[in-house]
Each structure stands twice: as structure tokens, then as C-alpha cells.
Nanobody, 115 residues
Framework: QVQLVESGGGLVQAGGSLKLTCAAS???????MGWYRQAPGERRELVAA???????TYADSVKGRFTISRDNRNDMVFLQMNNLTPADTATYYC??????????WGQGTQVTVSS
């Protein structure tokens, strides 16, 4: 079982920045990694994903503000979030899909943006 541990969430004012970190217990070199978020009463949605090649995908709502990156040497994935708005308030989850197409999730980290 892959363990994913998120950190970096917190309370920030609108317009501020946060950087989320996800540390994996196994090598992420050949797997897709991503960040999802879920607000109360809402469905979990994809925020950003990064392929083993480094190719990235972003939700339209975060394009130009969020940047996903990966550090394969240390088995970590990051989400730099800039110009945050109250609409970004949610629990953010790290996601890994392995070569067998199995999904793994972290426990989540709360991001709260005040207006």
C-alpha cells in the first residue's frame, strides 16, 4: 500500500499563496500524480495532475494561478497556489495512480481562504 502524506494547508487571506506538499512512501517515478479538492457538499474535483513525463493538466478554475510539480528523486509532489480566492477553500487530497491503475489517496489537508 502506498502511503501519501500531505502538508502545507492552512488559513490565508484572499490574494495570498500556499504551497502544498505530498510525500509518497514509494517511488513515484513512473506514475501519474495529482491534486484533487473537495469542498463541503461538493464532489471531489481534479485540480491539477502531472504525468511521469512532466506533462501537466489543470482545472480551468486554477489555470494561471496554480502550478503542480514533482520531485522524483524524493518522491514528492507539490502544488503552488497563488492569488487564492475564497472559492479555493476545500480539503486538498494528493492522488497517485499506479501502473496497475490502482488509485491511492492521502488523508487531505485543509485550505481556507478568507475574504
Amino acid at each position: 500500500q502506498v502511503q501519501l502524506v500531505e502538508s502545507g494547508g492552512g488559513l490565508v487571506q484572499a490574494g495570498g499563496s500556499l504551497k502544498l506538499t505530498c510525500a509518497a512512501s514509494e517511488s513515484i517515478r513512473f506514475v501519474n500524480m495529482g491534486w484533487y479538492r473537495q469542498a463541503p457538499g461538493e464532489r471531489r474535483e481534479l485540480v491539477a495532475a502531472v504525468a511521469p513525463s512532466g506533462g501537466t493538466t489543470y482545472a480551468d478554475s486554477v489555470k494561471g494561478r496554480f502550478t503542480i510539480s514533482r520531485d522524483n528523486r524524493n518522491d514528492m509532489v507539490f502544488l503552488q497556489m497563488n492569488n487564492l480566492t475564497p472559492a479555493d477553500t476545500a480539503t486538498y487530497y494528493c492522488h497517485l495512480r499506479n501502473v496497475r491503475q490502482l488509485d491511492f489517496w492521502g488523508q487531505g489537508t485543509q485550505v481556507t481562504v478568507s475574504s
